[in-house]
């Protein structure tokens, strides 16, 4: 079957704080046990990553090159067949989702929504899809995640302390994906063509601007994209 790719961004204002695991406290993340006011750090994302895939069969982590900040970009894959490699993976004849997150780190909401979704598939709590890997990026821009601050994004709703958005070189790595200046994007550019995945999600929130409305969404103008991908976008999507 000939991929198609479709490229959201998804724009999330605000997350609920409802989901509260109580299953196994291990599990309970930075965002849920501060009530949705802070963001789980670099260290603390991959730490947690790396025991969900511990604890977890169908999670598997894998280093897939290095960034800017010398710390390697991290791919978290969920298949509910179980452990997974990456011979495995480069063959399935499962469709293959991509989240990208933390391009913007103080932009967290993917960071912790992606997070939540690979504990709760993991545990059960969400029926998992048996056609489908979902592969995770947890956070693309980890130097911005080292640096974090709490003035730089003044009128965004939270978290208290969020990353820097530019990289360890202080590139904007979503300025980056065609020149690749950068570590990061020489590493996404290898990871994106080692998936080539069906759908791309890239998580962005805004831009710490005082925003009036809960959600903003927007799609690219489905003539630009055209073809069959742009009369999907427009008349299903
Ligand atoms: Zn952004």
Known sequence: MKKQLLFFTFLLIYLTNSTIYSQNDNFVTVFEKSNGSKTATYHQLIAYY????????????????????????????YNNGGKITLSEIKNTKKNILLINNGIHPGESDGIDASILLLRDLAVGKIKSPNNTLLAVIPVYNIGGALNRNSTTRTNQNGPLEYGFRGNARNYDLNRDFIKCDTKNAQAFSKLFHFLNPQVFVDTHVSNGADYQYTLTHLFTQHNKLGGEAGNYLHTVL
């Open 50 to 77: 790396k025991e969900l895939a511990t604890y977890f069969p169908a999670i598997s982590v894998f280093e897939m090159g290095l960034t800017d900040s010398g710390f390697p970009l991290h791919l978290l894959v």
